[in-house]
């Protein structure tokens, strides 16, 4: 299958750091954009960074930023995304995934992994 596979995620408490990576499982990816996604339980899938593969021009959601930072190894084909000063509120599963445009949108993303989980508590 065509995924990503996501690593990194784990248990942390309040103020902890912890960094995420992605890469790119048996395919070679044409998209130009690697973007990282989170849900938490209930809610709907949100988009939370986005890099492009050829600037490294980054996007982010505003409740992440100055926390995450989010950067690429384009000859891994892996994406990271640091994640500083946590909070509860980002205890989520943690997606990455591929698309042709520059969005948060889910919708247009391909190749999306399992996740991994990332738990913010004391």
């Known amino acids: 299958q065509s995924q990503f596979v996501e690593s990194g995620g784990g248990l942390v408490q309040p103020g902890g750091s912890l960094r995420l990576s992605c890469t790119a499982s048996g395919f070679t990816l044409a998209l130009p954009y690697i973007g990282w996604f989170r849900q938490a339980p209930g809610k709907e899938r949100e988009g939370v960074s986005f890099?492009?593969?050829?600037?490294?021009?980054?996007k982010y959601v505003d409740s992440v930023k100055g926390r995450f930072t989010i950067s690429r190894d384009n000859a891994k084909i892996t994406a990271y995304l640091q994640m500083n000063s946590l909070k509860p509120e980002d205890t989520a599963i943690y997606y990455c995934?591929?698309?042709?445009?520059?969005?948060?949108?889910?919708?247009?993303?391909?190749?999306w992994g399992q996740g991994t989980q990332v738990t913010v508590s004391s």
């Open positions: 890099i492009s593969r050829r600037t490294g021009l980054a």
């Open positions: 995934a591929a698309a042709n445009i520059a969005t948060f949108s889910p919708h247009e993303y391909n190749h």
